[in-house]
């Protein structure tokens, strides 16, 4: 059995969020982390290593950098890390983002591919379902539990203040709930080993079956317009009212903000 698991290395924002002049982020300056849906991924994978001696790569799309993402993966017991990297890919929205990672897996053999729900900088959630679009797979979102029964994969989908249970054939793709799992650690010899391990690194020409036109800045159909911080709150206000009093004006207060 092959899984490929999609991998994303974030800035951990317990650093601090920085802006390049143009509003993306500045990833270079920043502090970072395997976002942690995609952790919980690697772990099912590893678990289905250890099950059923599946065979288990992670693939990551970023700059040069991210490869640090792939090592950690090695340390904590996963078989081949692809970096996938190139200049025209930078600046690529969650659709460019998506042909590439997509364009990087048909050169690869799987049977299951996991990707996190989302990736915390981002947030969009959107990458995982349309990589299975573009490889014309089904795909299962918000796992928190996978089982392997033959061909097939039975996954618990975590759905409001319920779950539901899938049945899909593979090869499929399933999106990874952080709280699917506790990641391993790294392993002191994993350690030593990944960082003698050799990363695969892809560039443009690597990628199969991908238009020009649909990656990086250039292929991307949403732009960022501007960004900004959150808006801070106010210093709140103080009334000395009695209890009835307090409820009518908390409620015009309310209203007046549209929020009832
Ligand atoms: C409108 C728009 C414009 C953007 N423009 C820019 C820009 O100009 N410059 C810029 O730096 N960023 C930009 N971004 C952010 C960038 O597009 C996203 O980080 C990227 O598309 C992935 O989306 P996401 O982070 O929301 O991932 P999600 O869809 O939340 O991720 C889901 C899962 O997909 C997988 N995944 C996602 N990205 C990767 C990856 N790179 N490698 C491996 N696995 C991955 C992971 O498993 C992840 O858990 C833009 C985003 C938007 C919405």
Not at 190 to 209: Q, S
Request: aromatic residues 4%.
């Amino acid at each position: 059995m092959k899984v490929v698991v999609c991998v994303k290395q974030v800035p951990d924002t317990k650093g601090g969020v920085k802006f390049n002049p143009d509003g993306t982020l500045d990833r270079a300056a920043m502090l970072t982390i395997m976002n942690p849906d995609d952790k919980a991924g690697l772990e099912a994978a590893l678990r289905l290593k250890d099950q059923y001696g599946a065979e288990v790569t992670v693939v990551t799309m970023g700059l040069p950098k991210a490869e640090e993402v792939l090592r950690e993966a090695l340390a904590m017991g996963a078989d081949k890390g692809i970096l996938v990297t190139d200049r025209v890919l930078g600046g690529a929205d969650t659709w460019a983002t998506s042909q590439t990672l997509a364009g990087a897996i048909r050169n690869l053999e799987y049977d299951l591919i996991i990707t996190g729900r989302q990736a915390i900088d981002g947030d969009t959630a959107q990458v995982g379902p349309q990589i299975s679009e573009h490889l014309g797979i089904p795909v299962i979102s918000y796992a928190q539990n996978i089982k392997i029964e033959g061909d097939s994969v039975i996954v618990e989908r975590q759905y409001d203040d319920r779950y539901h249970v899938l049945k899909a054939k593979m090869p499929c793709l399933i999106t990874a709930l952080a709280e699917l799992n506790e990641p391993r650690y790294m392993t002191p010899g994993g350690i030593f080993d990944a960082y003698k391990a050799e990363i695969t690194t892809w560039g443009r020409a690597d990628l199969k079956d991908v238009e020009d036109s649909n990656l990086g800045l250039k292929g991307s159909p949403t732009q960022i317009a501007r960004a900004s911080d959150k808006v801070r709150k106010g210093k709140g206000e103080k009334v000395s009212l009695d209890a009835s009093e307090s409820v009518e004006y908390i409620m015009n207060k309310l209203k007046e903000k549209h929020v009832i």
